[in-house]
């Protein structure tokens, strides 16, 4: 499997981890912990009804796996039918970091008897990430700005498309609280009301909304799920989120955990209680969502951000 040997993360010694963090827990104790935990967001924040079609976003990365499997074991403890639930995967050509990926998702899906349904970007822009690198950075973009848009585009069109009403995914706490610091960086009021467990501001029927049960575990906690579990996944980051603004902030926020234990949960926690008065300003904010006058998806201008990027890039 693909690795990036800058990347500390890579160590198959989950057991050291589940001493350090959860001292008394056997493996299988941590396995309940872990799932009650996600369960228990579930229920809280209503996540989803019995009745909704549910799609997951899937990468065949940890995150999205320990989630799809977590869904599908929800669905199953209360009786759901499981052809509600569906998974979606971009392919956004990534070669050293998605084919491996995709690999294993495809396999995993097939175990699970979970139908998958994979996006390649490039069929959609006429590009993908790997050729469009140079470009892209040419231009004064950084590759997961583009990658990160033309994902949201495309998760949220073929969800809608193939019937569901919301779309999970695996956001986890880490990558929770990475978010509200780079918008609060970023003075983004706008995109920080579309954070927590259920994304977005309000309802829109051409928008899914996204919800992230993962969303009170660490990212410590997904990775020694999913080596518990035993999946041979690839555990390392792509190679060009080192690039990527959230790459400083990651660091950042792991550095300050490291020194004071608890700062992500505490950004989470009180980012959570000031979250009602966010989304009342926003929603006082927010303008008429209009048709993109090339796709007709959503948009709030007259073009949407995924057909600029892509006219920048191909002209
Ligand atoms: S790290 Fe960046 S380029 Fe790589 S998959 Fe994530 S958003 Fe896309």
């Not at 990036?4 to 827990?25: A, D, F, M, P, R």
């Not at 009403?165 to 978010?179: F, M, P, S, V, Y």
């Not at 009602?276 to 006082?284: C, V």
């Amino acid at each position: 499997m693909g690795c990036n040997e800058n990347n500390k993360e890579c160590t198959n010694n989950y057991n050291k981890k589940i001493v350090l963090q959860h001292g008394k827990l056997t493996p299988q104790e941590f396995l309940q912990y872990f799932e009650t935990k996600v369960f228990k967001t579930i229920k809280k924040y209503k996540l989803f009804e019995r009745n909704e079609k549910i799609c997951v976003a899937a990468s065949g990365g940890k995150d999205s796996t320990a989630v799809l499997h977590l869904t599908k074991r929800y669905y199953e403890r209360y009786n759901i039918p499981l052809e509600n639930l569906f998974a979606i995967a971009i392919d956004e050509g990534i070669e050293r970091h998605r084919n491996e990926s995709l690999k294993n998702l495809k396999q995993f899906c097939k175990a699970e008897n979970i139908k998958l349904i994979i996006v390649n970007v490039k069929d959609n822009f006429k590009t993908n990430i790997d050729e469009s690198a140079e470009k892209i950075r040419k231009i004064g973009r950084k590759p997961c700005m583009v990658c990160g848009i033309w994902r949201r585009y495309l998760l949220n069109k073929y969800a809608r498309e193939n019937g569901a009403k919301k779309l999970i995914t695996g956001h986890n706490l880490d990558d929770e609280a990475q978010a509200i610091m780079m918008n609060q960086f970023k003075a983004n009021v706008s995109l920080t009301a579309s954070l927590g467990p259920i994304s977005g501001k309000k309802d829109h029927k051409m928008f899914v909304r996204r919800i992230k049960p993962l969303y009170f575990c660490t990212n410590d906690e997904v990775e020694i799920y999913c080596k518990v579990k035993g999946w041979e996944l690839d555990f390392c980051d792509c190679l060009y989120s080192q690039e990527g603004y959230r790459s400083q902030i990651k660091q950042m926020l792991n550095e300050f955990e490291e020194k004071y234990p608890g700062t992500k949960h505490g950004i989470v926690k009180s980012f959570l209680e000031i979250l009602p008065l966010i989304k009342e300003k926003a929603n006082q904010d927010i303008g008429k969502i209009k048709e993109c006058e090339i796709c007709k998806e959503p948009a709030n201008k007259n073009v949407c951000n995924a057909c600029k990027l892509q006219k920048e890039l191909l002209g």
